[in-house]
Nanobody, 124 residues
Framework: QVQLVESGGGLVQTGDSLRLSCKAP????????TAWFRQAPGKEREFIAA????????YNVDSVKGRFTISVDNAKNTMNLQMNSLKPEDTAVYYC?????????????????WGQGTQVTVSS
């Protein structure tokens, strides 16, 4: 069992920045592909970005278009999502997730472990 805990969400204004963090057990990021997803009310869960255990990154370019950056801090056992130039359409619950390597990183069903989510609300 891999327990993931997100933090850093909140209420911000259009154009602001937020940094989300996902705390994981030791060595999680060396064993699993880990990712950020988000889900807005009435919509399906959407892939944002993933980072493999080798450190390669995959982004949903259409959705984040260079505004978001995924990273891992191995010293703190955390995965981060730096979000800049936030827009109202970024409003959602943001989840971190972990999947066994070799599974499709963009597909939510690939992920075996999920955090509880953190709410991000961007006001116009």
């Amino acid at each position: 069992q891999v327990q993931l805990v997100e933090s850093g969400g909140g209420l911000v204004q259009t154009g602001d920045s937020l940094r989300l963090s996902c705390k994981a057990p030791l060595r999680t990021f060396g064993w699993y592909t880990t990712a950020w997803f988000r889900q807005a009310p009435g919509k399906e869960r959407e892939f944002i970005a993933a980072i493999s255990r080798s450190g390669s990154r995959t982004y949903n370019v259409d959705s984040v278009k260079g505004r978001f950056t995924i990273s891992v801090d191995n010293a703190k056992n955390t995965m981060n999502l730096q979000m800049n130039s936030l827009k109202p359409e970024d409003t959602a619950v943001y989840y971190c997730a972990a999947a066994r390597p070799g599974t499709p990183a963009r597909v939510a069903a690939s992920y075996d472990y999920w955090g509880q989510g953190t709410q991000v609300t961007v006001s116009s």
